[in-house]
């Protein structure tokens, strides 16, 4: 994954609980549940595939 | 010859006679504070023992009685009193009873102070992006933070400040990584204090006041891993959270890939089966609506069917029962005939109408003089209404 590929990781799965939050709902409109579950399939897609792809990196900082 | 002093010459010159810095080992006894500003306390050994003096703002080390104690200062007579002492500037601790002792009071100074408190432990963000790492670079627990943070997590980025974890600049080091970070544009989501295990005179850095204080001001959470499990430091108690090992503080700070990974499979499972769920549902809604209508149609619909099977039948039963109608329409044209107006005039009867062709069933409806029509079994006359007595007036002169 190139850098101006990378995801925001924290935001993607904040919108991730959105979605599970979401669907929590008593009534839910179905057109747009539909696409609120093919989302949540691409945000755990993206979140998979990062965490397969990336390293951690190490920084030295200089006072 | 001696010459003759006096007095403030003879303090004078012993003064300068004496002048010189001096680092003495000895116990602390009969320690305390004057007016909050003037620290007294004796130093001794087995056979000796001599005053000291300081103020509260030279000497910030908490002291206590029974301490182990290195004190560097100078020896002076004081004018007013003539007393000996020895003017303190610094005190280090010696041994680990002393540190020991030094440690419990500030612990529980700072304790006091609030410095521990459960409600000011802030919540660590639970995907960090930044982790500022204060540790020695070569260090063994820089090392093992790091080796368990790649087990468990991708795609952080640790921001490392090499500081000393121990001796002179320790202090200085860490409180001032802690204002880098603080004051720096870094946006750390965390900031990690890790280093091993050690003595008490190891850790000294880590139960410094100084250091406690740089924790307890950070706006960035704080995570603090010294040592072994069994090991605790102030800085641990004062941190956000306390890790028991460096390698801890990487398990705290991020959570394990697996465990992620089967958390968003259950969310995406729990969504598909929410949705499925609420498909089933909207299905039953759909076919219980259609039940519904159908069952309020199907009643009038019903009552149409069974009107139409009967209207079929007509002809059937007309055709089956043919028979049985001519014999009734046979008994009902004799029974016509029996009631027929006509056939009781042919026995004798007979009916008046008026000239308008109505019965008339009174005399009273007669005037005297009108016309009427009486109706025999055979034939018809024309008749009229005469004064009954005019007539009998006749008949009288008739006879």
């Known amino acids: ?63 | 010859m001696l010459p003759i002093l006096s007095v403030s010459e003879f303090i004078e010159q012993i003064n300068g006679i004496i002048a010189g810095e001096f680092i003495i080992e000895g116990e602390i006894s009969q320690y305390k504070i004057s007016q909050g500003k003037w620290i007294f306390f004796d130093l001794k050994d087995d056979k000796a023992v001599v005053n000291c003096f300081a103020t509260v703002f030279s000497l910030t080390q908490l002291l206590e009685d029974g301490m182990k104690v290195r004190v560097l200062g100078y020896p002076k007579v004081h004018d007013k009193s003539g007393r000996f002492s020895v003017t303190v500037q610094k005190v280090e601790l010696v041994g680990e009873g002393s540190l020991k002792k030094a440690y419990l009071l500030l612990k529980k100074k700072l304790e006091e102070e609030g410095l521990f408190a459960i409600d000011r432990k802030r919540v660590l963000t639970y995907l960090p992006a930044k982790i500022g790492v204060i540790a020695s670079r070569d260090s063994a627990a820089f090392g093992d933070f790091v080796k368990i943070l790649n087990n468990r997590w991708s795609g952080v980025e640790i921001n490392l400040l090499n500081v000393a974890v121990q001796g002179e600049q320790a202090i200085k080091e860490i409180t001032e990584a802690f204002n880098f970070f603080n004051t720096q544009e870094t946006e750390c989501d965390v900031l990690v204090l890790i280093r091993g295990g050690g003595s008490l005179e190891d850790l000294a850095a880590f139960n410094s006041e100084a250091v406690a204080r740089a924790v307890y001001g950070s706006k960035i959470p704080v995570v603090c891993g010294v040592g072994h499990e069994r090991d605790e430091s102030l800085a641990d108690f004062v941190a956000d959270r306390r890790a028991s090992t460096p390698s801890n503080a990487a398990e705290i700070v991020v959570p394990d890939r697996r465990d992620f990974i089967s958390e968003l499979d259950f969310s995406l499972e729990h969504i598909f089966s929410s949705m499925q769920n609420k498909i089933l549902k909207q299905r039953r809604l759909i076919e219980q609506s259609f039940y519904t209508i159908s069952s309020v149609l199907e009643a009038p619909l019903q009552k149409c069917r069974t009107l139409m099977e009967n209207f079929k039948r007509v002809p059937v039963l007309l055709q089956n029962n043919l028979s049985v109608y001519q014999a009734f329409v046979l008994s009902a044209q004799r029974l016509f005939k029996n009631v027929d107006p006509k056939q009781v005039l042919k026995r004798g009867y007979s009916i008046a109408r008026d000239l308008n062709g109505l019965i008339i069933r009174s005399s009273k409806q007669l005037d005297v003089g009108s016309e009427f029509v009486v109706e025999f079994g055979e034939g018809n006359i024309l008749a009229e209404k005469i004064d009954s007595k005019n007539r009998s007036k006749k008949q009288t002169k008739l006879f």
Request: glycine letters at 4%.
């Open chain 1, 1 to 63: 994954m190139t850098a101006d590929k990378k995801i925001n990781f924290s935001k993607s799965y904040q919108e991730l609980q959105k979605i599970v939050i979401w669907f929590e709902k008593e009534e839910v409109d179905l057109e747009e549940g539909i696409e609120k579950f093919e989302e949540g399939t691409k945000i755990v897609k993206e979140l998979k595939e990062y965490l397969e792809k990336m390293e951690n990196k190490i920084k030295e900082l200089k006072k």
